[in-house]
């Protein structure tokens, strides 16, 4: 069983940057492609990236391509998602999650395991 826990959200203006952490144990970090997906009121779980085992291939939403950057360190067992040039519509909880899925199967939230509790980020315009 996978406990992951995000952290680093919060209030933004518009422009500005932010660092999401998601640190994940109770399992074998390198087993899993990571994601972050976020909630918006009265909307639907979107994907916004994620990340293969290695790190070395990464999928991103068209939305926020070029300005998130998805990232993990597995010696500290944690996924980042670096977020820049933030905008209103960005505002939502952001979920990190763990799939042992590969490829573009990574970008269905259907196909992922487990979920950690969620960060709030809010952009302010």
């Known amino acids: 069983q996978v406990q992951l826990v995000e952290s680093g959200g919060g209030l933004v203006q518009a422009g500005g940057s932010l660092r999401l952490s998601c640190v994940a144990s109770?399992?074998?970090?390198?087993?899993?492609?990571m994601g972050w997906f976020r909630q918006a009121p009265g909307k639907e779980r979107e994907f916004v990236a994620a990340?293969?085992?290695?790190?070395?291939?990464?999928y991103y939403a068209d939305s926020v391509k070029g300005r998130f950057t998805i990232s993990r360190d597995n010696a500290k067992n944690t996924v980042y998602l670096q977020m820049n040039s933030l905008e209103p519509e960005d505002t939502a909880v952001y979920y990190c999650?763990?799939?042992?899925?590969?490829?573009?199967?990574?970008?269905?939230?259907?196909?992922?395991?487990?979920w950690g509790q969620g960060t709030q980020v809010t952009v302010s315009s």
């Open positions: 109770g399992g074998t970090f390198i087993s899993y492609a």
């Open positions: 990340s293969n085992w290695r790190g070395r291939s990464t």
């Open positions: 999650a763990a799939t042992v899925y590969y490829d573009d199967y990574v970008r269905d939230p259907k196909n992922y395991s487990y």
